[in-house]
DNA sequence: ACCAGAATCTAGACACTGACAAGATTGCGT
DNA sequence: ACGCAATCTTGTCAGTGTCTAGATTCTGGT
């Protein structure tokens, strides 16, 4: 099992990039650190990734991936398509935190771009949900509070009371927005 | 002028580390490199800021300050608070992306804290004109949406028609948030 | 004016990293 | 069975962060 081929290198190393990035940021890790940890020689990466931009291109791709199917069951509940939204942020931190730092990547990247779109699309299904006097305007407020709150709540900046888990934390944060506005919203 | 002390040398590689980090991320940049450019030999920087940390908790210091200063005068107006949230945040971006990625400095460095606390506290003051049902749950909301615009616009990951200026894409965005909820409000 | 002592900067060193090149090993299609 | 592509290893090099020791300059007290 273990021998010269190592099986799912590519993978291996993805997981322990996310591993790290999640426990302490994108800067403090090293591709020689993460071959170490997989068992192989300091250059199998280079192979699957080419270089360190490479490793975090993969994981931006495979975030909007996850993010678009997170996303895409609520396409006909703007709320709960937030909820959502910031759910994802802190189960997948170090996805998110890569993905929306387009320095850190190549966003040219075809499978990145390709994933991409399909998380554009999820949120453009939501947002038509919007009957509004300016869906457009509405549409990037939803996004805004949705993607505010989660990057608040990843940063630490938010009070430590909220609530348990940010599911919980979040829906009536989001409700300021999108009482009364939504046609068919709850209560 | 130029002799054997560079006279202030902190301040040329803290602007020197801003503009770096502006122009291509908080990754790609060295602290040799920000020494060259300041023409200095390469352990020179150490003195100041210790170590690469130093440097970045020297800038989210220095941010949470123009941030407080920032948003100070518009104490009395949340949606203008929100407005110059936006601001501060595209005109110094660099800041702005160090002060909420904690993992990049020392949260607990004293100018850090003495610093966020000013900047808290003209949060407060902005939050302080809520008078709705739950002050508390509309404050995180307004400051989601101000927050999550600012990243957003910061990330690229908006659409590009928006509007030249953050600042007049900002306002009809934060307005859907804060229509009719500010008692004195706009319209 | 002088002179310790502090502040600031230089010079050197070491382990570590990313990246590249060349070669070894393995799996796969024919 | 065999050739070939994919995968991984080993070796190497410049560049980096950080530490130590020493050199230079500034400062304040006498």
Redesign the pocket.
Known sequence: MA????????RTIMSAAVQAITESGTAT?????L??RA??????P???F?????VLTAVAAEGFTLFADALSPFHDDLLEMGVAYVRFATEHPAHFEVMFTPTLYDPADPEVAAARSRADAALAAGASTLTGGSPRTDAIAAWSIAHGFASLWLSGALPDDLGATPDTAARPVLEVLFRGRIPDGPS
């Open positions: 021998g010269y081929h190592h099986g799912d290198l590519r890790w090293s591709l020689r650190e071959a170490r068992g192989v020689s300091h250059a199998a280079a192979h699957h080419g270089d360190r931009r490479g």
